[in-house]
């Protein structure tokens, strides 16, 4: 078969007042008919840059300063305004991550796609208006003649992404690049976009290159693997290699990292190609150190008790209450925590997981309901001395880690914030060395308490948020998605020190998460959660074994194909 | 690195460096505030000491122009005060009140803005709409308005005393609902971020939220206002004072100079209205341009 | 939508309440009424029976609301200086002003929207940082020192242009129109230039930078991966995304150009609202006072609504509910 991109020794420069950045480093690719080639990395590999390189849409500086790019073979390196224009649109099409973000507001669906088609077809008016109607209907959306009428914001996110990816089919072209298409969709849509890139490929011998961080929908759609690891190919290979039977050290670390979903581990596989990483976690004596200071009071072996907790948010006002619409966040959840276990919470992005977190918290007071922290109820008199006191034995874990540091102090300032108001310490000079043995213990270095947030990388500043959280003595963590913003090689290593801080200081864990390999690999007990209402509560390993409620059966039948990933991670 | 190479590293403090309009602007900025703030001690005569000024030489022209005296660099006014004095003088008082009145605004609008975002709810609901109503009418207008009334109040002999003060609670006040729609946006923003809910998780009280964690967050774009806002002010003093509504003739600001001097414009003396404009024009460019620089520089969408 | 309407409507309503206050407590807190009708010398016994007239013994509300009673049918009383009903002495001049803003708005609105597209799409051209830099100075003068500089420059040094008042007008019933005549736009046109340049460049560097600011969408990048023409994106897809943001300003805006007029008035000897507002502070005539503002806010109340319908038409997401 011949290639029908043939990009080789591909160099893409960013100049910037610190010198140039080279995004992409002798990069060779190909791509035949008909195929699904997935280009796979870490944030920063460089692998978007690849994808905007062949249509030319760098962003700015940004510029390509080596090499080819062969299409149908044709060189499209230095083409102009003008020749790029028939090249977009009509032989390679594009499809973004966000769908929310895609699609032009003001502009009904069908005057996107008409204008598109009249473009690039070359026809117009009503025969373009059919052609839109056909587009629609192949990329599975119902009443596609009523659509064409719709705005964007009428339509749910996957139904959005299934139109970029009409818009993108329109011109009929030969090439897709898909630029993590399906990274801000729900896991159960996530599939069905999938199916469907897949399906539109076969059909209609497409050569399609899927840019992913994510090993999972690599397993499900890619013929061949491009890994990418700061802006080179470490490794290019047939799917089942890569995963099964990975050669270079990065990859095999890459993808011992994936937490797996058929059974449980003890910790995660340790990540040893990744660079900057930090130091081994060393024990410390609870019973002489500062942080086991608090554990003195012995609580009745439930660490949370929740109640018939509802809450409901106002999504359009109304003068009148039965005009309102209200959506039930949070539909009669009860369950409980017991004290050192670590409970998991699950379900997709809007089930109310991340509310419940917020509610246990005192983040957001419960219309109706009891929540009960280590036996003392925090509902009824939330202002209480000791309804107080129980909240600071409860500490939280944010899922950015960007925006869950206060960027103007410095880390010092930051974990030493709960210690400094509650008294916790004699004096500042102690206060200062519980500090810098708090960030050495979650493996940061003393050092960095003279740092500022920024200077710091995603990974470790979820480290400085868990030392701040520890700061207050916690006896119950609540983890909401702590994971899910970071490199899967980081998320390991996060995941490692919790479950060594669990077991460390006898801490009771809520683990929200939306990732079921990830929930299996961290909890003892797993809630299943669906439109704000729990549809299950079992023991982990029931759970992944016999699932008990429908929505749970679905759920882990979503969860991406791994079988094809090989010995190389235990 | 040296203190001065991390300094000079910092994103903002680069922009600077190697912006040239902004160095010019903040050059000149920093120069006229200067010049203006110790006006005594530079400029060649003081226009307010009667024995300096004689009437004989009244409306003399520029030095460098016939009949000018080497003196008097720019010419003299009707009064025969130095234009180059007054005008140092003049700036000085608009300067002030400039400041003053975006102090006045935007103490009260911070406080109110940051409380109105973050505790929201009715409290949000009054603060907004109160703002609301006021920005239904335009600015100058209302500090006409109140300019008016404040004057109105006072006794004949005390209104030329106090007028400075009033002109400057007039801006002030009609300054606010700007800075406290900033600061609220900047509040709700910041006020649904991780860090505010850890530090309502740890159990600091709202009060110290407010002033630790989002007060500091919401400076940024507050700045950026405050900058304009000042170019503004000095616009809006100039303009009641234009209008005979601000600062009296005894004592000068760049608006009255130009007022007097206006009248005097069909005659030929055009130096007396013409070089208090230009340093009024120049002052607020400057400031604009500073106001234009840092709105670029502090926008992270920009970088 | 109807709650969107209605929940303005309760706005427009809190507003003119408001201001409707305000202006009443001008009478009552600015100087004694009663020695603003009568003068210094009137007797004891003619000083109670106005009083009386006017009803000042009555209860505050009473007196509030027969204040708003007399405000919808547009009666403000006398003016102390002219002692002419205000209503007739602002409707003669309304129409000076009313022209003046029109044609200023057109001006600024044209000028303003068009150079800010083209700097906006031609970031690079030397020709926008040309229009840019000058556009800072225009934000840098005051209204007054445009209007001088232009009065020096056209009525003084090459005697164009008449340097003030209004000249040329014609009367269409009580309408009094600078539109038909050589000299009429002759008069108009230095002062809604002086009035239009300030509104102008805000406007020019608005729409400049909601057109950066759309121009880095996603959505605008997929319509470049689509292989549209420039002209396309920059005009079905930037420019009317830029369009909610700036009908706000430009509703703003409008108002802005009757607060100023106040000024421009002043400097050109204009004979419209804003002059008479400005010799009325001097006086402090309260009824003409009071009536200006009501007048004002009245006005901008009209605008704010008009935006808001203007929302419905650009915006679907407005329209269809969100």
């Known amino acids: 078969m011949t290639d029908l991109l043939k990009i080789s020794g591909l160099d893409v420069e960013f100049p910037t007042r610190r010198g140039t950045v080279r995004a992409a480093r002798n990069v060779n690719l190909t791509v035949s008919p008909g195929e699904v080639v997935g280009l796979v990395g870490e944030s920063g590999a460089g692998k978007s840059t690849i994808g905007n390189a062949i249509i030319d849409l760098l962003e700015a500086p940004g510029r390509v300063s080596a090499g080819s790019i062969l299409f149908e073979g044709e060189e499209l390196r230095g083409l102009d305004e003008n020749q790029m224009r028939r090249v977009r649109g009509d032989r390679i099409g594009m499809i973004f991550q966000d769908p929310q973000t895609s699609l032009n507001p003001l502009m009904t669906v069908g005057a996107q796609l008409i204008e598109t088609i009249e473009k690039t077809n070359n026809i117009k008016g009503a025969e373009a208006e059919k052609r839109a109607i056909e587009l629609l209907e192949q990329v599975g959306i119902t009443e596609p003649k009523a659509r064409l009428l719709a705005y964007p914001h009428q339509f749910s996110g996957g139904m959005r992404q299934r139109v970029v990816i009409a818009l993108a089919l329109a011109g009929d072209p030969d090439l897709i690049i898909a630029d993590e298409p399906t990274t801000a969709l729900d896991v159960s849509i996530q599939a069905q976009i999938l199916d469907l890139i897949k399906r539109l490929c076969r059909e209609r011998a497409l050569g399609v290159i899927i840019v992913t961080h994510d090993i999972g929908v690599i397993a499900n759609i890619a013929d061949r693997v491009v890994v990418m690891y700061r802006g080179e190919v470490v490794e290019t290979g047939e799917v089942a290699q890569i995963l099964g039977a990975p050669e270079h050290e990065y990859t095999k670390s890459l993808i011992a990292a994936v937490p797996r979903a058929d059974r449980k581990l003890d910790r995660f596989s340790s990540v040893d190609y990744i660079e900057g990483g930090t130091k081994p976690f060393k024990r410390i004596d609870i019973h002489t150190h500062w942080l086991g200071q608090s554990r003195d009071v012995r609580g009745t072996g439930k660490a949370v008790e929740i109640e018939n907790l509802n809450l409901s948010f106002v999504l359009q006002k109304a003068l009148l209450k039965q005009n309102r619409k209200m959506l039930q966040a949070v539909d009669n959840v009860s369950f409980t925590v017991n004290e050192g276990e670590t409970f998991g919470l699950v379900g997709e992005s809007g089930s109310g997981k991340s509310t419940v977190a917020r509610l246990i918290a005192g983040l957001y007071r419960p219309d109706s309901g009891m929540i009960r922290v280590i036996g003392q109820d925090v509902v009824s008199n939330p202002k209480s001395a000791a309804a107080r006191k129980a909240r600071r034995a409860l500490q939280m874990i944010f899922q950015d880690p960007y925006s869950s540091l206060n960027a103007r102090m410095r880390v010092l300032d930051i974990v030493a914030e709960p210690i400094r108001f509650y008294g916790l310490t004699e004096n500042e000079a102690e206060t200062r060395r519980i500090v810098g043995d708090l960030l050495d213990h979650v493996g940061l270095g003393a050092s960095a308490a003279l740092r500022y947030p920024h200077e710091f990388s995603g990974g470790q500043r979820q480290r400085i948020s868990i030392a701040r959280a520890l700061a207050s003595r916690p006896r119950i963590l609540i983890c909401d998605e702590p994971t899910s913003a970071l490199d899967v090689s980081v998320q390991a290593t996060i995941l490692n020190l919790l479950k060594d801080l669990q077991q460390e200081l006898g801490l009771t864990m809520l683990f929200i998460s939306h990732d079921l390999p990830v929930v299996r690999q961290m909890c003892d007990r797993i809630a299943v959660m669906r439109h704000g209402a729990i549809c299950e509560v079992s023991d982990t390993e029931d759970l992944f074994s016999e699932p008990k409620h429908e929505y749970s059966r679905h759920l882990l039948n979503l969860m991406p194909r791994m079988d094809l990933l090989g010995e190389a991670r235990a | 690195m040296t203190r001065w190479e991390r300094f000079k590293d910092n994103d903002i403090v680069w922009s600077f460096l190697s912006s040239p309009g902004a160095m010019i602007a903040a050059a000149i900025t920093v120069i006229s505030i200067l010049a203006c703030l110790f006006a005594p001690l530079i400029a060649p005569f003081d226009p307010f000491d009667p024995s300096q000024i004689s009437l004989w030489d009244g409306k003399l022209p520029p030095a460098w122009s016939d009949g000018g005296q080497p003196q008097y660099l720019l010419g003299t006014d009707n009064q025969g005060r130095d234009m180059l004095s007054t005008i140092l003088y003049g700036g000085r008082l608009s300067i002030l009140v400039g400041l003053a009145a975006v102090c006045l605004g935007m103490v009260l609008g911070v406080t109110l803005g940051v409380i109105s975002g973050y505790v929201g709810g009715v409290t949000d609901a009054v603060i907004m709409r109160i703002a609301d109503v006021q920005l239904t009418i335009p600015g100058i207008l209302l500090a006409i308005l109140i300019n008016g009334v404040g004057r109105a109040f006072l006794p004949l002999e005390l209104r030329q005393e106090f007028a400075v003060y009033v002109v400057i609670i007039a801006i002030g006040l009609t300054d606010w609902p700007q800075f406290a729609r900033v600061a609220r946006g900047a509040t709700m923003v910041e006020a649904n971020k991780e860090y505010v809910q850890a530090a309502r998780i740890i159990g600091l009280p709202a009060w110290l939220i407010m002033i630790r964690h989002v007060l500091p967050n919401t400076l940024r774009p507050v700045l950026v206002i405050a900058t304009i806002g000042l170019a503004l002010a000095i616009i809006a003093e100039a303009t009641l004072s234009f209008l005979g509504q601000g600062i009296p003739p005894t004592t000068p600001s760049l608006g009255t100079l130009i007022r007097v001097g206006n009248e005097y414009l069909f005659s030929g003396l055009w130096w007396i209205t013409f070089f208090p404009a230009i340093a009024l024009v120049v002052l607020v460019f400057a400031v604009n341009l500073l106001g234009d620089w840092m709105r670029d520089a502090l926008n992270p969408k920009l970088r | ?322």
Do not use: C
């Not at chain 3, 049918?73 to 002003?97: M, N």
């Not at chain 3, 560097?205 to 991966?225: C, G, P, Q, S, Y």
């Open chain 3, 1 to 322: 939508m109807f709650f969107f309407i209605l929940k303005r409507l309760a706005q427009s309503v809190l507003v003119m309440a408001v201001v409707s206050a305000v202006s009443f407590s001008l009478f009552n807190f600015v100087g004694d009424p009663v020695n603003n009708m009568v003068g210094q010398d009137a007797t004891r016994e003619q000083r109670i029976e106005i009083r009386q007239q006017l009803g000042l013994d009555d209860p505050i509300l009473t007196q509030y609301a027969r204040f708003l009673g007399n405000m919808v049918q547009g009666d403000f009383g006398l003016s102390y200086r002219i002692k002419r009903p205000v209503d007739e002495l602002i409707l003669e001049r309304l129409p000076a002003t009313l022209e003046l803003v029109f044609v200023s708005a057109i001006i600024a609105l044209v000028v303003g929207i068009s150079l800010g597209v083209y700097t906006g799409i031609r970031r690079k051209s030397w020709i926008s940082r040309v229009i840019l830099s000058v556009s800072l100075v225009g934000v840098s003068l005051p209204t007054f020192i445009i209007g001088i500089a232009l009065i020096y420059l056209f009525a003084v040094h090459l005697r164009w242009l008449p340097s003030s008042g209004r000249s040329g007008t014609v009367e269409l019933g009580w309408w009094k129109t600078s539109f038909l005549s050589v000299d009429g736009w002759r008069a108009i046109i230095l002062p809604s230039i002086t009035l239009s340049l300030f509104q102008l460049t805000l406007i020019l560097r608005l729409v400049r930078a909601e057109m950066l600011e759309v121009m880095r969408t996603d959505f605008i990048k997929f319509a470049r991966a689509r292989g549209l023409a420039e002209r396309a994106i920059n005009f079905r897809h930037a420019l009317r995304n830029t369009l909610v943001p700036v009908i706000t300003i430009i509703g703003l805006n409008i108002g802005g150009l009757i607060a100023f007029s106040v000024i421009t008035e002043t400097v050109f000897q204009w004979p419209g609202t804003g002059l008479m507002f400005i010799q009325a502070v001097d006086f402090v005539d309260v009824p003409i006072m009071a009536a200006y503002l009501v007048f004002v806010a009245l006005l901008f109340v009209l605008i704010n609504l008009v935006v808001d319908i203007l929302y419905f038409v650009v915006d679907p997401r407005i329209r269809l509910g969100d």
